[in-house]
DNA sequence: CAAGAATATATCCGAAACGGAATATATGAA
DNA sequence: TTCATATATTCCGTTTCGGATATATTCTTG
């Protein structure tokens, strides 16, 4: 199961997709739950879901009526692992760890 | 010019477009030089160019005919920080340097 | 200026994406 | 069984995409 970057990347260029994506990085949640910051109709949202799902980006459980949503994190740290490994283009300093430190602190400060 | 995340990795979705950035990434080259090892056409090269032009991933200068393309560093940057600020999902671990030492080494080995 | 090389633009095509509306399925409760 | 809630599926129209072909533009050189 290695992450298909055409699917992921595909799954993370809409922004509603990313917004689902930073709420299920704060725990589990069900679909009525993602669609409800959202203009869109449930249909639409569940479609959503389903792309993410299929990049494996969401998993599902089953519990009662409702198909709880969980992050899955293979494909976001391929997608990182992919864009990361141009890091030297704008590093210019050869010193890893203060560079490392410095762009955590800056991801630490970014929301969505 | 902030890097339009939608863009970025609609641009970075499409796996000819990701071998162009991994070419790039060794230096300039003609659009006649990326188009070298694609079997297709060079109008549809020169359509995915613009495509990574418009999501500031590419940027051109001009020399006699040909139109050099740069890889530009900021949008790849984005991206890296919007997969990385989930790191947290994939370490499990509070010892930073160790984590971001593992994760340089295996992207250090990855190809496309 | 004419010819050629590098690149862009225009147009066409089939396939896929996105969103809405309506409908269907599934599970739990009364 | 009947109702209600949660979610999925289907169909539709519109837009975008990826590639092809054909044509235009731009610069260099003779």
Redesign the pocket.
Known sequence: MKPNLDRVF?AL??P??RRIVARLARGEA??????APF?????????????LERAGLVS?S???????CRLEPAPLRAAMEWTGSYRMLWEDSFDRLSDFLDANSQTKKKGQ
């Open positions: 595909s260029a809409d509603t997709r069900t679909v009525m739950e993602l669609a203009r869109m109709t449930q249909p639409s949202v569940s479609k959503h879901i389903k792309v599902r089953r519990h009662a009526q409702t198909r709880p």
